[in-house]
Every structure is written in structure tokens, then in C-alpha cells.
């Protein structure tokens, strides 16, 4: 029999998501302050009118604060985190939607969903004309995304709910036993990489690209955000092309890994402590190599390129890109449908499985690869070892840990569950037409939150197909766990007694 929900805990969930929405209040402070400083006064309008009413609902579910004495039920905290995601995109849409760049609302709400699970596709029209306030609200909107709302809310937050906040936007290791201290270790790293990329980028922008100091500074802004935080957007249409430069690749490679790993590792490589027996260090340098592998065996057959390094250049970069969700292309859209054969499949398969667990990249995550690897080698040993031999269930993450047989059942259960989002987005794709390699391509890219296409994502694209894309957005990005919270509290409200 399921339980109704008490006041109490709609109150507790609204309280929190109050909070979570005034932090959006404050982070639209700065495109509103971009936007005054560059004389974009409607642009200044619209994120005036995104913090005055973030502000009055945050102010407004502060009244609803819970009992003080109340312990948080650990359900709470996933529902919040997956209403998060659903709501804040319907705030943030309010500079989007006003900008003229969308023909519908719906088409601005994608992109907003888009920026903030940190995937990438978008369906705006003339990005080389949106103001640059809105522009930069798009970025932040990846930022935030990636380095978790949920976060910066919870270094405000207390009670036993921010673990399972924590946990309900895809996050799974703590580098230490207080979720606050996590947190602001995890927005820490964010600044350090933050002022030494932005850095870099800006000396780029005015030494190679040309650019005067503010123009070099935008750019460098925004593509810090979109590479640290593997999502994709880029201030012009033509993306990482658009600089035409091997040392800008190079900068943007080295943030793009940055964002691809855990925070767990980088809390190991900032204390010095020895990362190669790492689970998820060995299983994604293999992937990222049988991906490209692949990748580049098929750019060859296929004879795109007609030289050595450039072909290196360009099936670098993209299978970089894809493995660590980024998004990012050196190509255009239609070049990159083009490929065929091996060199389409690798950038898929490198999409799927997606960088490491506890990171702002999306997809399989490495951990569960590594982990269904080292369980089924494992179970191959038994089988071939003699009777009363001891096979060791154990792998290296952050210390020696144990394979139970209830882990292992957790990996194959999200990772099949991964492989069924996948294949919906591809069955609906195919219902209005579209061939299976594209249909495939363009659902695995949203789901994994890559944001690489193939051209199906547009301004045309059919509306229930775009609503899919948001679902798959939204679902991948927070992992299962969290719908499934959300689904289930819904129902005890609507059924329970």
C-alpha cells in the first residue's frame, strides 16, 4: 500500500527547491551585468525580470521552511534533485525565449534543458547575432549544470537530505564525509581551472586569434565553461572551427579532460597520491583507444582526408569530444554525417559510454564499463580455474574495493537501462523517418548528454521528437535513480492513503 505524502513533505520539497532557484536568481546577476555594461537594455530587461521573479518564488518557499527538529526522508532529496531539472529551465528560458532567436517557447526550453544537463544540441537560430549577454547566460546556464545548482545550494543547505541531493544529480563519490565540505571542494577545483583556462584562452584570443582584450575575454569565458563542464556550446555556430587553430584544440583538449574526470581523481592528483591501478583511469584510456582506433580506421577507408595529420587532428578532436561528452566539433554538421562505416561508429560508441562516474560528463560513465569488464572476466576465471581455487572480487578506486554481487547488479541495470534510452530515442526517430544510423547517433548524443548531431536536431525538427530529446536529457543526466524517486512520490500523492 503506498503512503500519501504529508504536508510536511511537500513543504520540505518546495522549501529546497525554493533555495535551488535562488541560486539561479544570483547567477543571472552576471549576464545582467554583462548586458548594462554592453548596452544590450533588453537583454538587461529580461534578466531583471528572470531575478526579480527567481527571487520572489525562492522568498516565497522560504516561508515553507520545515521543521527545524525534522529528520529529511532521503526521498525528499532525489525528488528535489529531479525537479530541479524540469524547473529551472522553465525560469531560465525567460532572456532565451525574449531574445527573438527561437521560433517557438518550447524550441528555448530545449536549449535551456540542453545547457543545463550539459549536453549541447540546441535549435537556435543566427547564434552568430544573439546578443552577447544571452549568450553568456547560455554558458553559465552549462556551468552551472556541471558543477551542480544542487551544489551551490547545498553549501547553504543542511540535514540529513543533502546526501541524497548529492546522490540525485548523478554524483557518487565524496572525497569527504561532510557533503558540504564536498561541495566547496568541488566548486574550488572549478575556480582553479576557471582563472588559470580563462587565462589561457584570453592570451590566445589576443596573440593568435587576433581578438581585442574584450572580445578575447568572451570567448574565453564561455568555451571555459562548455569544455570544463563537457557541454558543448560555443559562441558561434561553427563551433571549435570557428577558431581554425591547432593550439586552441590543444587548450580546449586539455579542459575537456579536466571535465571528463572525477573530482575524486582530481581530489587524488591535487594530494599527490598515485592514480594508475585506478579503475576508471585504465578502463577509459581503453576505450578512448579502441574508439579511436576505430574512428581512424574509418576516416582512412573512407578517404575524407588525404593526409596523415590532419586526419589525426580531426579524428582526435572528435573522438576526444564524444568520449568525454563535450560536444565540441571541428567539423561541420553535414561533414560529420557524412561519415559512414567505422568512422560513425566510433564516435557513437565513444558517446555511449561516456567519461567518468562523479564528473560532469554524462553516458555509461567508465566505472560501470570497467566494472562489468572486471565481472565478467571474473566469472571466466572461475569457469576455467580449477574447483576450490579463490578468485579476488576486488578493484582499485580510491583503495581497494570489493565486487558484491549487489554492485555488480546495480552496474548492469543502469547500464542496460542506458542502452533502452538509447534505443527509445532511435524508435521514434525512426517512426518519422529518419534512417537508423542518424536515429541512433542523434539519441545517444542526447541521452549521454554529448550534443553532437547529425543534423535531426534543427529548428524544423518534429515537436514529439524534440519533447523526447528533453526526456532524455533530463533522464540521462540525473541517472535513473532520481526519476524514479520523482515517479514514485507522484504516485503517493495521487493513490496513496
Known amino acids: ?74 526521498s525528499h532529496g532525489m525528488v528535489v534533485a529531479a525537479l530541479t531539472w524540469l ?30 544537463t550539459t549536453t549541447g544540441l540546441s535549435v537556435i537560430q543566427d547564434l552568430d547575432h544573439l546578443a552577447e549577454s544571452v549568450n553568456l547566460w547560455r554558458h553559465i546556464l552549462q556551468f552551472l549544470g556541471g558543477q551542480g545548482i544542487v551544489l551551490a545550494a547545498l553549501m547553504f543547505l543542511a540535514g540529513s537530505g543533502a546526501l541524497s541531493l548529492f546522490e540525485g544529480e548523478g554524483r557518487e563519490h565524496r572525497m569527504f564525509p561532510n557533503v558540504k565540505t564536498t561541495a566547496r571542494f568541488i566548486w574550488l577545483v572549478s575556480a582553479a581551472h576557471a582563472l588559470i583556462g580563462i587565462s589561457v584562452l584570453t592570451l590566445d584570443g589576443i596573440f593568435v586569434q587576433g581578438f581585442g582584450i574584450g572580445r578575447a575575454f568572451f570567448h574565453a569565458s564561455t568555451i571555459f565553461m562548455a569544455a570544463f563542464d563537457t557541454g558543448g556550446f560555443t559562441p558561434m555556430s561553427t563551433s571549435i572551427a570557428y577558431y581554425n587553430s591547432p593550439i586552441f584544440e590543444g587548450l ?22 598515485r592514480i594508475g591501478k585506478n579503475i576508471e583511469v585504465r578502463t577509459i584510456a581503453f576505450t578512448f583507444s579502441v574508439t579511436l582506433l576505430i574512428t581512424m580506421l574509418g576516416l582512412a577507408l573512407l578517404g575524407v582526408v588525404d593526409s596523415v595529420y590532419p586526419m ?17 566539433t571541428t567539423v561541420s554538421t553535414p561533414e560529420l554525417a557524412s561519415w559512414s562505416g567505422l568512422a560513425f561508429a566510433g564516435i557513437a560508441i565513444a558517446m555511449a559510454l561516456g567519461g567518468m562516474s562523479s564528473s560532469t ?110 526526456l532524455q536529457m533530463w533522464v540521462g543526466r540525473l541517472e535513473f535513480i532520481a526519476i524514479a524517486a520523482l515517479f514514485g512520490f507522484a504516485a503517493s500523492t495521487v493513490f496513496g492513503k
Open 1 to 74: 500500500m503506498l503512503l500519501r505524502p504529508s504536508i510536511e513533505d511537500h513543504r520540505s520539497i518546495a522549501h529546497d527547491l525554493g533555495r535551488i532557484i535562488g541560486v539561479v536568481a544570483l547567477a543571472a546577476v552576471v549576464p545582467l551585468v554583462w548586458a548594462v555594461a554592453k548596452g544590450e537594455w533588453q537583454s538587461a530587461s529580461q534578466f531583471a525580470l528572470l531575478i526579480g521573479i527567481s527571487t520572489a518564488v525562492a522568498a516565497g518557499a522560504d516561508r515553507l521552511r520545515p521543521d527545524p527538529g525534522r529528520a529529511v526522508d532521503w
Open 252 to 273: 580546449v583538449t586539455v579542459l575537456m579532460i579536466a571535465g571528463a574526470m572525477s573530482f575524486g581523481l582530481h581530489h587524488a592528483i591535487w594530494h599527490r597520491r
Open 312 to 328: 589525426v587532428r580531426i579524428g582526435l578532436f572528435q573522438v576526444l569530444s564524444a568520449h568525454t561528452g563535450t560536444g565540441f
Open 361 to 470: 560528463a554524462g553516458g555509461v560513465k567508465s566505472l560501470r564499463i570497467g566494472l562489468a569488464i572486471r565481472a565478467m572476466r571474473d566469472t571466466v576465471r572461475e569457469a576455467l580455474l580449477p574447483d576450490g581455487a579463490v578468485v579476488s572480487h576486488t578493484y582499485h578506486h580510491f583503495g581497494r574495493q570489493i565486487i558484491s554481487p549487489t554492485l555488480i547488479r546495480s552496474v548492469f541495470t543502469i547500464s542496460l537501462l542506458y542502452v533502452g534510452l538509447y534505443l527509445l530515442g532511435a524508435a521514434v526517430a525512426l517512426g518519422y523517418g529518419y534512417e537508423l544510423g542518424p536515429a541512433l547517433f542523434e539519441s545517444i548524443s542526447a541521452s549521454a548528454a554529448v550534443g553532437l548531431s547529425v543534423g535531426i536536431v534543427s529548428p524544423d525538427m518534429p515537436l514529439f521528437l524534440q519533447i523526447v530529446y528533453i
Open 87 to 116: 524547473v529551472v529551465p522553465a525560469f531560465a528560458t525567460i532572456p532565451l525565449w525574449a531574445s527573438g532567436h527561437y521560433a517557438r517557447w518550447i524550441d528555448s526550453y530545449f536549449d535551456a534543458m540542453s545547457g543545463l
